[in-house]
């Protein structure tokens, strides 16, 4: 898979997701991520990418010709699914990672100041996506974040596909609670069942933990569950 981030900012993607797991990942060549910096596409001597907005209004927008000349160059003839990271797109969530996982290429546009002149969004982007109801000061944030959980689902990213099927949203569900030594900390003990060696006895009761999390901190993924006979069974153990 390869990723492009449009950005005006490439270091602070760069120092991220040049560390850690998808940072060896890079190294080894499972996936690739390229930085491109927008400044470098202005035709302004001073590298200006904004100006003031028709209308009026606060704030400063970014304008077309720097994107356009700097996606132009980055997705050159090759086909390229090409998204804004914006706080009015479509909420991005697990689902969505899986989704963008199926694309040999992803290009990722990091919105700035009070926004992009909707002419380029109209001619260039896909589609908008939004990491949540909150605004940042740019989508250099947002971007990462897709990067890495699409990334981290590449095979070999992570040593075993059970790394990231297992844990929330993946499934539809939240993920089950996490222990590791000592046995007891400050009078707390791990739960019995995981001391057990019993796998399929531990296999139920995290399944029963998830479905418990998931009905009291997220009801409105609880309610898109297709419960099985076990898992209402699981349940009314409680």
Known sequence: MRIDILTLFPEMVEACLGTSIIGRACQAGLIEINCHNIRDYTMDKHGRTDDYPYGGGQGMIMQCEPLYRCLSEVRGDSPARVILMSPRGRSFDQRMAVELLAQERLI???????GVDQRFIDKCVDEELSIGDFVLTGGEIAAMAVADAVCRMVP???AETASFEDESHFSGLLEYPQYTRPEV???ERV???????HHANIAKWRRRQSLLLTRE??????AELALTKDDEKLLREE
Do not use: A, K, T
């Open 108 to 114: 990722l546009i990091c919105g700035h100041y009070e």
């Open 156 to 158: 070999g990213v992570l």
């Open 185 to 187: 900390w400050q009078d």
């Open 191 to 197: 739960p019995e069942i995981l001391l057990s060696g």
């Open 217 to 222: 901190r997220r009801p409105d993924m609880f």
